[in-house]
C-alpha cells in the first residue's frame, strides 16, 4: 500500500482547505500529547504551594518560597503579610482617632497662642511652626503605618502609642480653648 491511501483513509474531503488548518503538524501528535502531559504535570505542581505548619522555619536555598500553613488549611505566603487581629484593628481604629483629636487640639491651641507667640517670634516662623505642629500627627501615623508593614503587630502599637504620648498638643491642654 502506499502512504497516501493511508492517509485517505483517516482524513475527510476538504480537510485540505487553507482556512481549516489548526496550526498543527499531524507528525508532531506524538511530541505535542508528551509535552501537554509534562506541561499539565509542571503546572499542577507549580499550583501547590509548598507550605510548614506553625512553629517551623524553612531554611536555606529556596526558604523564601516556603508559606505558613494555617489552620483551616490554607496556605499564607511569605512575601504576604499577616492580616491584623479584630484587636489590633480597633486598637489602631482607636489611635487613628487619637491623632485626628491631637491635630484638632493642635489647630485650636495653635491658633488661641497666635496673638502671643507672634509677640515673640516672626509671624512667618510661627505659621511654618504652626502647621508643622497640625500636621505632625497626620506624618507620624502614615509613616509608622508605612514603615511597620512587614513588623509584628506590637511593634506597630508601640510606636503609634510613642507618637500619642510624643504629640501631645500643650498649647491646647495648657491654655485651653477658651483660655485667658
Given at each position: 500500500?502506499?502512504?497516501?491511501?493511508?492517509d485517505d483513509?483517516?482524513?475527510?474531503?476538504?480537510d485540505?482547505?487553507?482556512?481549516?488548518?489548526?496550526?498543527?503538524?499531524?507528525?508532531?501528535?506524538?511530541?505535542?500529547?508528551?509535552?501537554?502531559?509534562?506541561?499539565?504535570?509542571?503546572?499542577?505542581?507549580?499550583?501547590?504551594p509548598v507550605?510548614?505548619p506553625?512553629?517551623?522555619?524553612?531554611?536555606?536555598?529556596?526558604?523564601?518560597e516556603?508559606?505558613?500553613l494555617?489552620?483551616d488549611?490554607?496556605v499564607?505566603?511569605?512575601?504576604?503579610?499577616?492580616?491584623?487581629?479584630?484587636?489590633?484593628?480597633?486598637?489602631i481604629?482607636?489611635?487613628?482617632?487619637?491623632?485626628?483629636?491631637?491635630?484638632?487640639?493642635?489647630?485650636?491651641?495653635?491658633?488661641r497662642?497666635?496673638?502671643?507667640?507672634?509677640f515673640?517670634?516672626?509671624?512667618?516662623?510661627?505659621?511654618?511652626s504652626?502647621?508643622?505642629?497640625?500636621?505632625?500627627p497626620?506624618i507620624?501615623?502614615?509613616?509608622?503605618?508605612?514603615l511597620?508593614?512587614?513588623?509584628?503587630t506590637?511593634?506597630?502599637v508601640?510606636?503609634?502609642?510613642?507618637?500619642?504620648?510624643?504629640?501631645?498638643?500643650?498649647?491646647?491642654?495648657?491654655?485651653?480653648?477658651?483660655?485667658?
Amino acid at each position: 500500500m502506499t502512504a497516501g491511501r493511508d492517509d485517505d483513509a483517516l482524513s475527510w474531503d476538504g480537510d485540505d482547505d487553507p482556512t481549516l488548518v489548526t496550526g498543527v503538524d499531524e507528525r508532531d501528535t506524538t511530541a505535542t500529547a508528551a509535552d501537554a502531559a509534562t506541561d499539565e504535570k509542571a503546572a499542577v505542581e507549580a499550583s501547590v504551594p509548598v507550605a510548614l505548619p506553625q512553629g517551623f522555619d524553612a531554611v536555606g536555598r529556596g526558604s523564601d518560597e516556603v508559606g505558613r500553613l494555617e489552620r483551616d488549611g490554607t496556605v499564607t505566603a511569605v512575601s504576604e503579610p499577616k492580616p491584623l487581629g479584630n484587636a489590633a484593628l480597633v486598637g489602631i481604629g482607636i489611635l487613628s482617632g487619637i491623632y485626628l483629636l491631637w491635630t484638632i487640639g493642635w489647630v485650636v491651641g495653635g491658633l488661641r497662642l497666635q496673638g502671643t507667640a507672634q509677640f515673640l517670634v516672626a509671624p512667618v516662623g510661627y505659621l511654618v511652626s504652626l502647621w508643622l505642629a497640625i500636621l505632625a500627627p497626620l506624618i507620624w501615623f502614615v509613616t509608622t503605618l508605612v514603615l511597620t508593614r512587614g513588623s509584628h503587630t506590637w511593634v506597630r502599637v508601640l510606636w503609634l502609642l510613642a507618637g500619642a504620648i510624643l504629640l501631645v498638643p500643650w498649647p491646647f491642654l495648657a491654655v485651653g480653648a477658651v483660655g485667658q
